[in-house]
């Protein structure tokens, strides 16, 4: 199972929205809407920003948003705040019922 | 909420077997998921497996040969073990209560792993 394919940087100033994609194929986003995505700042636990494509778990906040189209789906933050710059990583279902998850993606506040 | 933490050596020598353990607290561990995941320096997650808390296994292919994950309801622990270390198998090692198989909900901070030389 390869893994998902996001771009390695994004940046953004304070107040700006960036978009991070996350591109698969129909054996994982494009087939099933169980697209999550983490946030990860070092020496941290990974935290759960988006699950079920555009889901947002308890305490999240509504600058975070997740949409999906084929076999891309996408995480976008509105009001970039510098506590925001941090890796996101996407994950996804497979037809092998097992998880995969992207590359990874540094995104940096300017 | 949730709270997990990893333990375990830090260091492993070539060819030796790899065994961290998951220390639940917070909540009951006599339901969901329990998964293992990984993070090489420098490189992106992987997803090595998880537990359910009856204790059926579900494991990535590329790993399956190798690992075993279990559970221990009474201490509110589960375990990895990782045979046959290699290089390769450098990485920080999360632990995390997913309510699914694909879903990892509450992590762990990590643990770092290396090989020794």
Same mark, same amino acid.
């Given at each position: 199972q390869s893994a998902l394919t996001q771009p390695a940087s994004v940046s953004g100033s304070p107040g700006q929205s960036i978009t991070i994609s996350c591109t698969g194929t129909s054996n994982d986003v494009g087939g099933y809407n169980y697209v999550s995505w983490y946030q990860l700042h070092p020496g941290k636990a990974p935290k759960l920003v988006?699950? #079920?494509?555009s889901d947002r778990p308890?305490?999240?906040?509504?600058?975070f948003s997740g949409s999906k189209y084929g076999n891309t789906a996408s995480l976008t933050i509105s009001?970039?705040?510098?506590? #925001?710059e941090a890796d996101y990583y996407c994950s996804s279902y497979t037809t092998t019922a097992t998880l995969v998850f992207g590359g990874g993606t540094k995104l940096t506040v300017l | 909420q949730v709270q997990l933490q990893e333990s375990g050596p830090g260091l492993v020598k070539p060819s030796e077997t790899l065994s961290l353990t998951c220390t639940v607290s917070?909540?009951?561990?006599?339901s969901d998921y329990w998964t293992w995941m990984r993070q090489p320096p420098g490189k992106g997650l992987e997803w090595i497996g998880s537990v359910y808390y009856s204790g059926s296994t579900n494991y990535n292919p590329s790993l399956k040969s190798r690992v075993t994950i279990s559970v221990d309801t009474s201490k509110k622990q589960f375990s990895l073990k990782v045979r046959?270390?290699?290089?390769?198998?450098t990485a920080v090692y999360y632990c995390a209560r997913a309510l699914t198989d694909w879903l990892p909900w509450d992590w762990g901070r990590g643990t770092l792993v290396s090989i020794s030389p």
């Open positions: 988006i699950y #079920d494509v308890s305490g999240i906040s509504n600058r009001g970039l705040q510098a506590e #925001d | 917070g909540g009951s561990i006599s046959s270390m290699a290089a390769a198998d």
